[in-house]
């Protein structure tokens, strides 16, 4: 193997993979699923996905080593330390210590 070559996936690493298969749809099924699929800001094929797994778990069929969906958009940004956290609330101007929770309860009354 060269620097240049990846590492082949072991057995158990490729069973952990996405499987890929062609699905054949009517033309009518697939522009209404492509819509339907646009209103929730998805792909047609996690649309497609998210309905089987709806469908298995309804079913009592979806495997419980199944993963879960990966969430939508770019992952969140992680330093090398691990992830970034942000203060509940924005700082105090000009201090940079984070601004005290709001007091609960009683308001003040003028």
Not at 47 to 69: H, S
Request: hydrophobic share 30%; no cysteine.
């Amino acid at each position: 193997m060269t620097d240049q070559t990846p590492p082949r996936p072991t057995p158990a690493a490729r069973s952990r993979q996405r499987k890929q298969m062609l699905l054949r749809l009517d033309p009518a099924v697939h522009d209404a699923l492509a819509r339907w699929a646009s209103d929730e800001l998805r792909s047609a094929n996690a649309q497609i996905e998210f309905l089987l797994r709806r469908a298995l778990a309804e079913a009592g069929r979806l495997p419980g080593t199944a993963r879960p969906i990966a969430r939508r958009g770019r992952p969140p940004r992680q330093s090398p330390e691990g992830p970034e956290r942000r203060p509940e609330t924005p700082p105090e101007p000009g201090t940079g210590t984070p601004r005290p929770p709001p007091a609960t309860g009683a308001q003040d009354t003028p």
